[in-house]
Each structure stands twice: as structure tokens, then as C-alpha cells.
T-cell receptor, first 115, second 111 residues
């Protein structure tokens, strides 16, 4: 596609429910990042996929969080048994990984509200 | 692990004053990038620096990459209200092929 697409753009869920957030990266981008951003804060790294390599999951805050990337393209971030502290904007970004060109393109984000 | 420290966290300036944000990496970077995030938006790419000692300019913005490729700065001359937002640096590590992000510096224009 023309850009990184995330869905849904907004999600309100009840505490304890599971949610799935989707990211459709730019075609051909082998790198895909998930970040979480609370209001007025910086980017909190969650997980990184690069080609066929094992993902870097070092940023996932708990075992309630998981992500997968199917066929090296679309990625889903799943949060199980959501808590109120999970409320944030979840941003996905994709990029190439050549040293001369690693610009990250961000989606519009999914605003998750846990009530 | 690899870290990129960015300071200051906030900077309040009067319109027309200059603004500078600094990034320092714990390791040598393959490149460094700068992004701007407007309130309510997502980070948008501004520029990438690759060479040691590189300096690039975009109108009132000047970007520098240190000789050791471990630090970088963004300087805005004569700030305008359109400059408001958070500026992030992101260093690309050639060892693990990841972007490592600074925490961002929020530019606030005093009324």
C-alpha cells in the first residue's frame, strides 16, 4: 500500500477482555516495529520483526502481550486480559534496513482505551 | 543494551529564540535520524545522517552527526509556532539492524 495502515484507529474495551491490533506495513519493508505511547510520553519499544530472523521481544511488558507477523507482512499485536494501564496509543512502523535508507514510516496508530 | 539518551526532555522558548536537542548513544551508530511528532500525530521523518561529522540544513534546522558517530544534535534557529512538537532522534544499529529511539524533546513556545 501507499503507507503503513493500522486498524482499528480506536478501540474501547472492557478490562479483562482480549484485543488484537493490526498493522499492514509498506510493501517490501522487511523491518516492522511496534511501539506504545502514553499521553505526552516518548515511544516505548515493544517488539521488532526483521525478515525471517527471530523477533526481538525484549520490550514486551508482560506475558499478556504477544505479536506475530505472518508471511513477513501483516502483523498483529495481541493483548490478553487487558488492564487499564494498557491504555495508550499503539504505533506500528516499517522500514528497509539498508544503512543508507532506514527511514521508519509510521501508521496513524491505534488508540486503545481500557475501561 | 544499546541506548540513545536525548536531552532535554522539555524546552520552553519564546517565539524567535533558538532551540537545541542532543542525543548520545552508548555505541557507534550506522546512521542517525530525526523525527518530528506534532501534537496528536505520529512521528514523521525529517532527515538521516550517515557520515562521520556530517552537517545538514533544512531552512532553519541544522542537524549534526558527531565524528565518532555516537552523538547528534538538532538546532532550530528563530523558532516559530509551527515548530511546536516533540523531536525524536533514532539511531540505527548495524549490529542488530534496529532503530534505537531517544525519549524525545518537547518544544514548547511560551505565549
Amino acid at each position: 500500500g501507499a503507507g503503513v495502515s493500522q486498524s482499528p484507529s480506536n478501540k474501547v474495551t472492557e478490562k479483562g477482555k482480549d484485543v488484537e491490533l493490526r498493522c499492514d506495513p509498506i510493501s517490501g519493508h522487511t523491518a516492522l516495529y511496534w511501539y506504545r505511547q502514553s499521553l505526552g510520553q516518548g515511544l516505548e519499544f515493544l517488539i521488532y520483526f526483521q525478515g525471517n530472523s527471530a523477533p526481538d521481544k525484549s520490550g514486551l511488558p508482560s506475558d499478556r502481550f504477544s505479536a506475530e507477523r505472518t508471511g513477513g507482512s501483516v502483523s498483529t499485536l495481541t493483548i490478553q486480559r487487558t488492564q487499564q494501564e494498557d491504555s495508550a496509543v499503539y504505533l506500528c512502523a516499517s522500514s528497509l534496513v539498508w544503512t543508507e535508507n532506514t527511514e521508519a514510516f509510521f501508521g496513524q496508530g491505534t488508540r486503545l482505551t481500557v475501561v | 543494551g544499546q541506548q540513545v539518551m536525548q536531552i532535554p526532555q522539555y524546552q520552553h522558548v519564546q517565539e524567535g529564540e533558538d532551540f537545541t536537542t542532543y542525543c548520545n548513544s552508548s555505541t557507534t551508530l550506522s546512521n542517525i535520524q530525526w523525527y518530528k511528532q506534532r501534537p496528536g500525530g505520529h512521528p514523521v521523518f525529517l532527515i538521516q545522517l550517515v557520515k562521520s561529522g556530517e552537517v545538514k540544513k533544512q531552512k532553519r534546522l541544522t542537524f549534526q552527526f558527531g565524528e565518532a558517530k555516537k552523538n547528534s544534535s538538532l538546532h532550530i534557529t528563530a523558532t516559530q509556532t509551527t515548530d511546536v512538537g516533540t523531536y525524536f532522534c533514532a539511531g540505527f544499529s548495524g549490529s542488530n539492524y534496529q532503530l534505537i529511539w531517544g525519549a524525545g524533546t518537547k518544544l514548547i513556545i511560551k505565549p
